[in-house]
């Protein structure tokens, strides 16, 4: 069964940056759509970066500019470099993927499956 694993999170000053990474371990299937999603404390689960397996990015407003989203595709590993911190993306971040994987009835067909990692702590002081 596929996992996702993540590292990066951590505390940081006004400013700072980190860099998120995860992993995608197991076999048996490929990887197209990866992605970041962050959750604040009473907040709804909101799209941070994602990025497909041509490359192409997509980023929410509130990071634009400060957030990059990269992928290493023979590491099936997805990054989030995180730039110039603001308290206010503080948050429990958690990484996404799109898993695709033969059919159990039809295996020349692909299924999708959405995979999501355990979260890591982002915690920006003032």
């Known amino acids: 069964q596929a996992q996702l694993v993540e590292s990066g999170g951590g505390l940081v000053q006004s400013g700072g940056s980190l860099r998120l990474s995860c992993a995608a371990s197991g076999s048996g299937f490929a990887i197209n759509d990866m992605g970041w999603y962050r959750q604040a404390p009473g907040k709804e689960r909101d799209m941070v970066a994602t990025i497909s397996s041509g490359g192409t990015t997509n980023y929410a407003d509130s990071v634009k500019g400060r957030f990059t989203i990269s992928r290493d595709n023979t590491k099936r590993t997805v990054y989030l470099q995180m730039n110039n911190l603001k308290p206010e993306d503080t948050a429990v971040y958690y990484c996404?993927?799109?898993?695709?994987?033969?059919?159990?009835?039809?295996?020349?067909?692909?299924?999708?499956?959405?995979?999501w990692g355990q979260g890591t702590q982002v915690t920006v002081s003032s």
């Open positions: 996404n993927a799109d898993l695709l994987r033969p059919s159990t009835a039809q295996p020349w067909r692909l299924t999708s499956i959405r995979s």
